[in-house]
């Protein structure tokens, strides 16, 4: 049984091995009307607990890159491609990508965005449909077919690669900035508009 309200999954059994290790769906947060959509692969562990994407300590690299950039986390919309914790935390499975992609358009096509920011490589590939070199793309503005519809995509590295990676951090700052300028919700003060230099 697959039931969705609105932007909610409330029910779906697509994926046994999912079904068996979530303990519930995770559905997007954030304005209906977001303008910066901050898209993850899965739930990890906090965020099964916890029933909203990017909490624990990737949420806190992403809270405080958004307050860099002059945005506050109820300032976007963030998700995942798939909305179910996977075994062990491991990466999604292709099968598993595909069953939840239905619910990631759709989610899309309502918020209709300025700008999908890809954190990581697994929803940078899912997007895109390609191999993507994430550390080497990163803060690169892609074209995504998604639906029926064209979306700009921003590639970025995972936040939690900043907890590895120290030199990942200003890879992630950067992006995340960008985003916020190319979307036109940059702040005012420390950004520039997107109107500056274009």
Do not use: W
């Not at 069953?99 to 954190?119: H, I, S």
């Not at 190319?182 to 109107?195: K, T």
């Amino acid at each position: 049984m697959n039931a969705t309200d609105g932007l909610c999954v409330e029910s779906c059994e697509r994926c046994p091995a999912l079904v068996e290790s979530r303990s519930r769906i995770v559905n997007g947060v954030g304005p209906e009307d977001a303008d910066l959509v901050f898209l993850g692969e899965a739930p990890g562990e906090k965020e099964d607990e916890g029933g909203e994407p990017f909490v624990g300590r990737s949420g806190d690299v992403l809270d405080e890159a958004l307050r860099d950039a002059g945005l506050a986390r109820s300032d976007v919309r963030i998700t995942n491609c798939v909305r179910c914790r996977p075994p062990e935390n491991r990466d999604p499975h292709k099968e598993e990508l595909g069953n939840c992609r239905g619910y990631l358009e759709a989610e899309l096509e309502t918020v209709d965005p300025e700008l999908v920011v890809t954190m990581g490589k697994v929803p940078s590939e899912h997007l895109l449909d390609r191999g993507v070199a994430v550390t080497k793309e990163a803060g690169e503005v892609q074209d995504a077919r998604i639906g029926d519809r064209s979306q700009r995509v921003l590639l970025s590295v995972h936040p939690a690669a900043t907890l590895y990676d120290a030199s990942q951090r200003d890879t992630f700052s950067d992006a995340i900035a960008r985003a916020a300028e190319l979307a036109g919700v940059a702040d005012e003060e420390g950004g520039q508009s997107r109107l500056g230099d274009y």
